[in-house]
């Protein structure tokens, strides 16, 4: 069974910034793209930002300008910068792996407060 492990979460104060890293603990092949999703207390999961195997990425739109995310299609690698950090960025964040399944972490928290 494969599992993705996020890490990189953490507490930060506003305009500071973070990189998310995702593995996969074994080689996950056909993959067609691999993201980032965030789910706040009280609200549903929403995409943050998403790159195909050809290297379109796509944001939402609270986060353009501000993250990027890069990914390592041969190593199963994803990550996500997230550069001036708001506190609406407060979330649980969760990589995703899509290709013949999609495929969960776990999810990693990521607190933005002063």
């Known amino acids: 069974q494969v599992q993705l492990v996020e890490s990189g979460g953490g507490l930060v104060q506003p305009g500071e910034s973070l990189r998310l890293s995702c593995a996969a603990s074994r080689r996950i092949f056909s993959i067609r793209t691999m993201g980032w999703y965030r789910q706040a207390p009280g609200k549903e999961r929403e995409l943050v930002a998403d790159?195909?195997?050809?290297?379109?990425?796509n944001y939402a739109d609270s986060v353009k300008g501000r993250f990027t995310i890069s990914g390592d299609n041969a190593k199963n690698m994803v990550y996500l910068q997230m550069n001036s950090l708001k506190p609406e960025d407060t979330a649980v964040y969760y990589c995703?792996?899509?290709?013949?399944?999609?495929?969960w972490g776990q999810g990693t928290q990521v607190t933005v407060s002063s």
């Open positions: 790159i195909s195997i050809g290297g379109t990425t």
């Open positions: 995703n792996q899509y290709g013949l399944r999609s495929y």
